[in-house]
């Protein structure tokens, strides 16, 4: 996976322009992952501690 | 009846807590106040702000085009002016304690401690979003040197084009970042078990109640 954009400068060098935009990607998919291990994980406490009451 | 309780003076929070529990003068569903109006009206801005930035930063690259150069960087400026508003209030007005990390905080993960104001996840949450925000603005308003604005000289040359290169890969992981934290901040507000803290975002308050039973008063 690509990390960087890349253009070149006036005189024909490899520049960096930025981040590769396939990264954005991985950003919403960190956020969702996030989402569902804490849901997970919830849900497992609560069934839990739901037990240890009844 | 609604109790001052505000984010800047810990420790009258802390007595306005120590003086409920002792003489019960007043009934749990008392409002406790959490965020003044001035934060929250600054939490809203900044937030609609945010979603304003990363739409017209982001959406293009999706493949939905339109002119949003114009609204990214008038955005952008608002954006700087509340996160230099928050800083001078949070340095003058409020107290820095309520949100900075202690080792002590650790203890609220197994459960032996009771968090102060706030919780180790929302001083984490806090810090992710000053580093993504502090690095936006200040990239940001570097990168208006490259715009065509009424009150700046366009000057696309102010850095090498290997420093605008480094400049564009913070501006963009800034950019990143956020759109991850602002998903997971979303999600968690609006979790049953933490709608209360959304609720004072609002409108303000918490209850006495709540706070007894999710905060500690000690430790505000």
Do not use: C
């Amino acid at each position: 996976m690509e990390l960087f954009r890349h253009g070149h400068d006036v005189w024909g060098q490899p520049v960096v322009d930025g981040l590769a935009w396939s990264l954005l990607d991985v950003a919403v998919g960190a956020g969702l992952a996030v989402i569902v291990i804490h849901f997970i994980y919830r849900a497992v406490k609560m069934n839990s501690s739901h037990k240890r009451r009844s | 009846m609604s109790t001052h309780y505000p984010l800047d003076d810990a420790n009258r929070a802390a007595r306005d807590a120590a003086a409920s529990s002792s003489n019960h003068s007043l009934g749990p569903g008392d409002r406790i106040e959490r965020h003044a109006a001035v934060d929250r009206v600054f939490h809203w801005t900044t937030a609609l702000t945010m979603f304003v930035l990363l739409g017209t930063g982001l959406l293009p690259i999706v493949g939905i085009r339109f002119a949003w150069v114009e609204i990214h960087w008038i955005a952008g400026i608002l954006l700087t002016l509340l996160v230099l508003f928050h800083i001078v209030r949070s340095l003058v007005w409020q107290s820095l304690r309520t949100i900075w990390i202690r080792a002590s905080d650790v203890g609220e993960l197994t459960g032996k401690k009771a968090p102060g104001k706030y919780t180790l996840a929302q001083k984490l949450m806090h810090h992710a979003f000053t580093l993504a925000l502090m690095t936006a603005v200040i990239t940001g308003v570097l990168m208006l040197s490259k715009v065509r604005t009424p009150f700046l000289e366009r000057d696309p040359y102010l850095f090498t084009e290997k420093t605008w290169g480094i400049i564009h890969v913070l501006h963009d992981a800034s950019a990143l970042l956020s759109l991850t934290l602002v998903i997971i901040h979303v999600y968690f507000s609006l979790l049953p078990e933490k709608r209360m803290y959304l609720r004072a975002m609002v409108k303000g308050w918490l209850t006495r109640e709540e706070l007894k039973e999710h905060h500690d008063g000690d430790r505000l």
